[in-house]
């Protein structure tokens, strides 16, 4: 709607002269304000999937830490505890070997001096040794 800023008329959009007084109201065209109206469960909706992807993207790829101790599969009497400052030290029977060890996108390489290099994949909370034993985090 158009009003007329002289007598308050309203007329057509688009009248360039006001039909009460004749007013030019070449400029006084008042669009209707357009208002971006987004629901509540749109906006929540984009947040919950932002998490979702930076949980899948960012937090999962690095690991939510995979430090912590892991046992082997259907023998924890076997663990393998994976610390923080590089280093890990893998129990037999309360036998101790310790050894640092590195990562490399999913990969785990485990290094004892004077022992064979092994290693393993990553796979969510769990590590598949190259060797076939499977490692799970203790929870
Ligand atoms: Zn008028």
């Known amino acids: 709607m158009s009003?007329?800023?002289n007598c308050g008329t309203e007329n057509e959009v688009g009248a360039k002269f006001c039909s009460n007084c004749a007013t030019k109201l070449?400029?006084?065209v008042r669009a209707e304000p357009t208002?971006?109206?987004?629901?509540?469960?749109?906006?929540?909706?984009a947040v919950a999937l932002i998490l979702?992807?930076?949980v899948v993207l960012v937090i999962l790829p690095r690991g939510l830490g995979i430090y912590g101790t892991y046992e082997m599969e259907n023998f924890p009497a076997y663990f393998t505890e994976i610390k923080?400052?590089?280093?890990?030290s893998l129990t037999m029977w309360g036998?101790?070997?310790?050894?640092?060890?590195?990562?490399?996108?999913?990969?785990?390489?485990?290094?004892v001096p004077g022992f064979p290099t092994s290693s393993g994949t990553i796979e969510g909370?769990?590590?598949?040794?190259?060797?076939?034993?499977?490692?799970i985090k203790r929870r």
């Open 52 to 54: 979702i992807l930076l």
């Open 125 to 135: 909370n769990r590590i598949i040794a190259d060797d076939g034993s499977v490692w």
């Open 3 to 5: 009003y007329c800023p």
């Open 95 to 111: 036998m101790r070997i310790d050894g640092r060890w590195e990562r490399e996108g999913n990969r785990l390489t485990f290094i």
């Open 35 to 45: 208002r971006r109206v987004i629901s509540k469960p749109l906006i929540l909706g």
């Open 84 to 88: 923080r400052d590089g280093t890990f």
């Open 26 to 28: 070449d400029f006084q």
